[in-house]
Nanobody
Framework: QVQLVESGGGLVQPGGSLRLSCAAS????????MNWYRQAPGKQRELVAA???????NYTDSVKGRFTISRDNAKNTVYLQMNSLKPEDTAVYYC??????????????WGQGTQVTVSS
């Protein structure tokens, strides 16, 4: 069994910063790309940022230049550094990854979500 656990959300003023973390645990053989999604009230869940096991990154246009995704493969952890936050960044942020427990078995895992609220 494997799981993803997020932390680091909270309330921040516009222009502020937050750092989200997502740690994978369990019987891990390998971890594919690690991703951050978000879902605002009344909106569909959207991909915010992704990072491959080799460190290649991708961002949705609205966060480019403000958010940075990184990962520590030794700790099975992915981070999302969010700077210059805007009220429209308010959402529940979810971590997602495909995690293999053996060469032939893998699970699509979602974290429980962490609330980010940007408000004055």
């Amino acid at each position: 069994q494997v799981q993803l656990v997020e932390s680091g959300g909270g309330l921040v003023q516009p222009g502020g910063s937050l750092r989200l973390s997502c740690a994978a645990s369990g019987s891990i053989f390998s971890i594919y790309a690690m991703n951050w999604y978000r879902q605002a009230p009344g909106k569909q869940r959207e991909l915010v940022a992704a990072i491959t096991s080799g460190g290649y990154t991708n961002y949705t246009d609205s966060v480019k230049g403000r958010f940075t995704i990184s990962r520590d493969n030794a700790k099975n952890t992915v981070y999302l550094q969010m700077n210059s936050l805007k009220p429209e960044d308010t959402a529940v942020y979810y971590c997602y990854s495909r995690i293999a427990t053996s060469p032939s078995r893998y699970y699509n895992c979602w974290g429980q979500g962490t609330q980010v609220t940007v408000s004055s």
